[in-house]
């Protein structure tokens, strides 16, 4: 069963990186900055889901999974304990909120910027806004 | 015998695969508003993995954000510059 | 020598390679001093390294003029890769050189990964 | 010493919440001579906290000041620690943030909108001294971030000067991508040693490779730190413009606003410089992981020769420049790249009392080029702002109308090609002599070619701006507050030289106490302090 499992996480975390990478050249290579900001945004969700994979302890703890919400409301030692074993790493999912709010700030400024652009060079083509050089 | 968390993560790496399809034709595609619909598949397919990984904290933030959001900026600059992308 | 690691003897070196150079500085100002009598050949040739004859009829040197004939004798080979490879303002062509630098980073990794598996 | 944290952590939060105000105060209040005095005051809180911290360090002797946000312990909460290296760093940044705001409160007659440029001014300050302070590889992020994004804005400030919109639309789209990849860096981190924490991470990875266990969460140790590592110095070679990385620098420089060239250069680029310092020496040392198979030997001298490339690339560049501060653009990568090459000679075969010259070189350079650099822009910002012209050409002989910039100019020139007496000649003296007794006299070769090629174009903006006789009749402007930030910033270039041995000596001691074996076990201990402390003393 181990197999299984680390074969199919395997998939999963094999076609994640492989989209860091697709993205990663639309980000870097490709001419429209409409494109550059779909790859960025992909390169982002991608770069969160993988710290949510990790977070993921599940091949650490074979068994039950579950949020990292504690039900019990006045928890004993061995509640707790329990809750240890069977909820994912909360610190992930803390750290891909952030990341997502950021990202948000950042894309919308973006957004903005090649607004801006297109008024003032009448393309969003890269390769032709090119007044600084040199 | 099947388990049933198999079948969870075999959906899982189903998903996966298609998000990196999704992605490959997001990125290589010559018209933006295709593009942009290729880039919402993508979250969506990205929102049901967080799902399946026990984050719906995560899925309740990204989904406005990643799948109404995004594209509806992105749309509404396409419509305000540009449609399709230059060779 | 160069090889001086005390810092006396390196400091009175140093004095030294500064002095010269900004005695060589000094004597480039000279000769690209601007005149405002009749120049000759040789000056003309000293400003005209690739400019418009009109920069001479101005009052002084512009900055344009000044080093562009040092530039275009010495580092003309040099100044071509940079500006028009490199330097081009263009976003994509960077992007070759920054991904190189990180693909460099990463094939180190890998190599030093392999090293550990094999041995 | 309990205070002492807690004025540590006071600093960031203090500037934050004093950059988000603005704009709801700009509801209210439209002088702009009050937001020149309210950012002013602002920054010089934020000195002065920043060096009663360092002047509690050297009183404690320089033993590392924790502060825990919250009061929850490290390595689960978020962490500043100060030691004191970048208890000096973090002086050094807001006094060049201080620098800049005073000369803002000048040059904010040139601009229309003051309330923005504060907040976005006041968010860098912000993020700089956040990335500096911390002692917490996610909270990097989250400041690297408040940089980035104040600093976007601040490219893109003039929104109607179509090269300002292209620098920064250059600058932030490679930005954001480059933060994302530190994002995926600090989750490998994460994944393999279960902590963000800096100082635990120092611990494990240097338990790690004495003791050979591995996999602690996800994965190998060793594998995690290389492709972490290998993120990380990518990210912060861009942030600090190391050669390939370097192509922003001259593009946003060319369209921002003055006072924000003088803090780009002064500090945001030093704080990419520490973070690699940080990385390379404190959180994988010599005897880390990254030490496998010579990975960080091999490291280390790729930086070294991106560091030569990058002196050379910048000085040459330099000289076909026609805009002042795209000039100056290039000469800041060529300093960034001498501070790489005395930053990379931590190898393993380079002795350890080499490592202290190069590393002191290293921080007396840093402050050297910054002040240095902070002078010259300020002199050129009152000769260009205003007749809004930053054409070499167009700016000829009109330093005239200001002999306080003439000086200022004049000086500052002399600091960054390291003439005798002024500070830059001493902190190249010193690298000159890592360089020579780390037997590659070499590398001293290519010192002295980088700033004899540099010294031709620092030439050219002499020439340009003090030589020629005034040519256009241009309106002169007040000097105001530029005459005392000229005037006292080449005194300090001039002491920096004046008393180099008590600076040196001083540097040397700071790199002793944070950089060292010493430093980085005080580092670790201290941290342990507090945690032992929470634990109840066990």
């Known amino acids: 069963m181990i197999d299984v499992f680390t074969f199919l996480f395997t998939i999963c975390m094999l076609s994640i990186v492989v989209n860091l990478g697709i993205s990663l050249y639309g980000v870097l290579y490709k001419p429209s900055l409409i494109k550059k900001i779909i790859s960025l945004t992909i390169f982002s969700d991608s770069a969160n889901i993988t710290a949510i994979i990790i977070g993921y302890v599940r091949w650490r703890n074979p068994g039950e999974i579950a949020p990292p919400v504690l039900l019990n409301p006045n928890p004993t030692l061995e509640d707790i304990e329990e809750f240890a074993k069977v909820a994912v790493d909360p610190l992930p999912q803390a750290l891909v909120l952030t990341a997502i709010v950021i990202g948000l700030a950042v894309t919308l400024f973006l957004v903005f910027l090649t607004l801006q652009i297109y008024r003032f060079y009448g393309t969003t083509d890269v390769r032709r806004i090119a007044k600084l050089k040199g | ?87 | 020598m160069l090889i001086a690691s005390d810092p006396i003897s390196a400091s009175i070196l140093i004095s030294l390679v500064m002095l010269y150079l900004t005695l060589l500085l000094y004597i480039v100002i000279r000769v690209l001093k601007p005149k405002h009598s009749e120049s000759s050949d040789e000056s003309r040739e000293m400003y005209l390294g690739g400019e418009h004859p009109s920069i001479l009829s101005k009052p002084h040197v512009l900055q344009s003029g000044l080093y562009w004939a040092i530039v275009f004798r010495d580092f003309k080979k040099a100044y071509r890769g940079l500006v028009e490879k490199m330097h081009t303002g263009r976003v994509i062509d960077w992007a070759y050189y920054m991904t190189a630098w990180l693909l460099i980073l990463l094939l180190l990794a890998i190599i030093a990964l392999g090293i550990s598996a094999l041995v | 010493m309990n205070f002492a944290s807690n004025v540590v952590g006071a600093i960031t939060p203090l500037l934050a919440i004093s950059s988000f105000s603005i704009p709801l105060l700009s509801l209210f209040i439209k002088n702009k001579k009050f937001y020149n005095a309210y950012a002013l005051t602002i920054s010089a809180i934020a000195l002065a906290m920043s060096s009663w911290t360092f002047a509690r360090l050297i009183e404690g002797g320089y033993k590392p000041i924790v502060y825990k946000f919250g009061g929850w312990p490290p390595p689960v909460g978020i962490v500043y620690e100060v030691d004191a290296l970048n208890g000096l760093l973090g002086l050094y940044a807001s006094l060049v943030m201080f620098i800049a705001f005073l000369f803002s409160t000048w040059y904010s007659k040139f601009i229309d909108d003051v309330t923005w440029y504060y907040t976005l001014l006041l968010g860098l300050e912000t993020g700089i001294i956040g990335c500096i302070y911390t002692g917490d590889v996610f909270n990097l992020f989250v400041m690297l971030e408040v940089l980035s994004i104040s600093a976007y804005g601040l490219a893109a400030f003039f929104t109607r000067r179509p090269t300002a919109l292209e620098a920064a639309f250059k600058y932030a789209f490679i930005g954001a991508l480059v933060t994302t990849l530190y994002f995926i860096a600090t989750v490998i981190l994460y994944s393999a040693y279960g902590t963000l924490n800096m100082a635990d991470l120092l611990g494990k990875s240097t338990l790690a490779s004495s003791s050979g266990f591995s996999g602690w969460l996800f994965g190998d140790v060793t594998s995690a730190s290389l492709a972490a590592i290998a993120f990380t110095l990518w990210v912060f070679t861009f942030k600090s413009a190391l050669f390939p990385n370097h192509f922003w620098v001259p593009d946003v420089y060319s369209a921002a606003p003055v006072p924000v060239i003088a803090a780009f250069s002064g500090a945001v680029e030093i704080t990419g410089v520490y973070v690699v310092v940080r990385f390379m020496y404190t959180l994988f040392g010599a005897e880390s992981v990254l030490a496998l198979n010579g990975y960080r030997d091999s490291i280390l001298l790729i930086l070294l020769i991106l560091g030569i490339a990058s002196g050379i690339v910048g000085s040459l560049m330099m000289i076909l420049q026609k805009n002042a501060y795209r000039l100056l653009g290039y000469s800041t990568i060529s300093h960034i790249g001498l501070l790489y090459m005395v930053l990379s000679l931590g190898m393993s075969s380079i002795p350890s009392d080499v490592l202290k010259t190069a590393l002191t070189a290293l921080v007396y350079h840093i402050v050297n080029f910054g002040l240095g650099k902070v002078l010259m822009i300020s002199s050129v910002g009152l000769v260009s702002t205003p007749t809004g012209e930053r054409d070499l050409d167009k700016l000829s002989g009109l330093s005239r109308l200001y002999p306080i910039a003439s000086i200022g100019i004049t000086m500052a020139v002399f600091q960054l090609i390291g003439l005798i007496p002024f500070g830059g000649f001493y902190s190249k003296l010193l690298m000159y002599q890592a360089f020579i007794s780390s037997g590659q006299p070499m590398l001293a070769v290519a010192l002295i070619a980088i700033s004899a090629i540099s010294s031709l174009g620092y030439l050219k903006i002499f020439y340009a701006l003090i030589f020629p006789p005034l040519l256009r009749s241009s309106v002169k402007e007040r000097e105001g507050v530029v005459i005392p930030i000229v005037s006292a910033l080449a005194v300090a270039v001039l002491l920096l030289g004046l008393f180099s041995p008590a600076v040196s000596k001083f540097i040397e001691t700071v790199v002793e106490n944070s950089l060292m074996p010493k430093g980085v076990k005080m580092y670790y201990e201290s941290f342990i302090e507090v945690l032992r402390n929470y634990t109840g003393g066990g």
């Open chain 2, 1 to 87: 015998m099947v388990e049933a968390s198999v079948i969870v993560l075999g959906i899982m790496a189903l998903f996966a695969l298609s998000s990196t399809i999704a992605t490959y034709l997001a990125i290589t595609e010559r018209s933006l508003v295709k593009a942009v619909l290729y880039s919402a598949v993508q979250s969506t397919l990205y929102a049901l993995i967080y799902y399946l990984l026990m984050a719906p904290d995560i899925v309740l933030v990204y989904v406005p954000v990643s799948v109404g959001l995004y594209p509806a900026i992105i749309l509404m600059l396409i419509k305000k510059t540009e449609k399709e992308e230059e060779g």
